[in-house]
């Protein structure tokens, strides 16, 4: 589904990713870990389009295409998602007004027919009853007085209803307490682990991955991935450091 290859990127003249290289299939989750400013968060932007980042060589397709070549409101048409570590907020745009237009944009892109308002409420409350946030949250401000879990748990519900492909998930697990962090991860077994989806998950802490279990396990450092492994390498990261593994 994915596949990335010697992918060196920047920002500001200053280059993060220094040919990094990664496949992701169908099916499969996949978990980065690394310390701060290997990249992580770099490597997810790169991947959503986020501009300011510059992509100095190497390539990536996805679902056999040519990643780089799409802004990114057509990556998200072509079933890319990216879940922000600080989920951005805007004032003035409710959550339910931000959502169908998102959802309706992509369906134009499929050739679907856009969903009344009757339609996306009643998907839009199922989706935030399944991650157990009240539905009233679904008319306020896009994120804005929201606390840190429920940003997330938030970011959760519109996954669910834009229903990707692809998911990247930058450090999903900041600010989420015990209760939430296991809501949160049931959320993406529910909506992304399936044959035809992948999951790009992007975390510090293996705590998250007690609720997620990811296929691979990569160490990113400097840019590049270091090292990969099973499910193990998250809990030998967590005893032994960053510094002893990719020593």
Known sequence: MLKIENLHAEIDGKEILKGLSLT???GEIHAIMGPNGAGKSTLG???????GYEVTAGSIEFDGQDLLELEPHQRAAAGVFLGFQYPVEIPGVSNVQFLREALNAQRATRDEKPLSGAEFLKLAREEARKLDMDAEMLKRPVNVGF???EKKRNEMVQMGIVNP?????????SGLDIDALRIVGDGINRIMRAPDKAVLLITHYQ????YVQPDVVHVL????????GGADLAHELEREGYAQVTA
Not at 45 to 51: F, M, S
Not at 221 to 228: N, P
């Open 45 to 51: 932007y790169v991947l959503g389009g986020r501009p």
């Open 147 to 149: 606390s840190g879990g």
């Open 207 to 210: 705590r998250l991955l007690d």
């Open 165 to 173: 492909k692809f998911a990247i998930l930058d450090e999903t697990d």
């Open 24 to 26: 992701v299939n169908a």
């Open 221 to 228: 450092a400097d840019g590049r991935i270091v090292r990969s």
